[in-house]
């Protein structure tokens, strides 16, 4: 595969597992998953991760990879590379790996004292690539295999921190986020 094709696919695989984040936090809000409770003095979770902000992001990045499914072919001809067609399997446990990998890295923040909001450098980039290469793998190893060749996650680790400080510093700019982290 040339580099660009690689890129290409690393962006385009990985898109329903960036959305949710993102999602979650314009719709987030309402009741914590948690329910407020507390493990050790400290919240579960804390009142960050909310159930409409999960099923929000979960369900937004179910419809970013049915759209991308409809656009591979054409996108692909344009760009002159082959693009992945996400199966039900993958389209279902990318954004839900996501979602899962940052609830638990919230919870793994709580028990470490830091509290909602606190930044976790290097966590807070990757907890959601690694819960949706989990889950995506667990959901559909063939898939997942013939996709994320270790090139393509080499390129995920490298570009999504980079593409994460760089929409969260926006949405913190447009006064959506209260932390650009
Ligand atoms: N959000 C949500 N549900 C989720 C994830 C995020 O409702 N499962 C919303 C919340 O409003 C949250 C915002 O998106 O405040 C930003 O998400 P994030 O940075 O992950 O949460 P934090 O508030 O920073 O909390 P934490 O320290 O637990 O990461
Ligand atoms: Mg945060």
Known sequence: M??????????????PA???NNAAVLFGGGAPIDGGRTWGGRRVL???????????????????????????????????VSLPIFPDSALVA??????????????LKRRSGRERGAPFPGLDQLDFVVGALVLAFLANPGWFSDTF?????????????????????????????????
């Open 94 to 107: 990318l954004p839900l790996g996501a979602m899962l990998g940052d609830i638990g890295a919230s919870f």
């Open 149 to 181: 060749t270790l090139p393509v996650i080499t390129v995920v680790i490298v570009l999504t921190p980079v593409l994460h400080v760089a929409t969260n510093g926006i949405a913190y700019a447009l006064g959506l986020k209260d932390e650009p982290w």
């Open 46 to 80: 804390g009142d960050g991760k909310t159930w409409r902000g999960t099923i929000a992001g979960w369900g937004t990045g179910m419809l970013v990879a049915l759209a991308l499914n409809q656009l591979a072919d054409p996108a692909g001809d344009v760009l002159g």
């Open 18 to 20: 960036y959305v949710p």
């Open 2 to 15: 040339a580099v660009f094709e690689i890129v290409a696919t690393a962006f385009w695989a990985m898109l």
